[in-house]
């Protein structure tokens, strides 16, 4: 029981903080900003944010699972 509760925390910690480190680097890489100095809302780069954070997500836990495994 120990074993899954730390697997879920450590995967949802792990999404919400890709989450934020992708989004700022796709916000700086790509700025939301026309080519007349215009700001607009960056919903390319939240989801584009998402989907690599669940990827990193996913690796995230199969490089983590071997341990927890033996560890707890």
């Known amino acids: 029981m120990k074993t899954i509760?730390?697997?879920?925390?450590?995967?949802?910690?792990?999404?919400i903080t890709g989450c934020f480190i992708f989004y700022f680097l796709l916000d700086y890489f790509n700025p939301p900003v026309t080519k007349d100095g215009?700001?607009?809302m960056p919903i390319e780069?939240?989801?584009?944010s998402v989907i690599a954070a669940f990827v990193f997500t996913i690796l995230?836990?199969?490089?983590i699972r071997k341990y927890i495994s033996e560890n707890f």
């Open 38 to 40: 215009h700001p607009y």
């Open 5 to 15: 509760f730390t697997f879920i925390i450590l995967n949802i910690l792990s999404f």
């Open 60 to 63: 995230f836990f199969v490089f």
């Open 45 to 48: 780069n939240v989801i584009c």
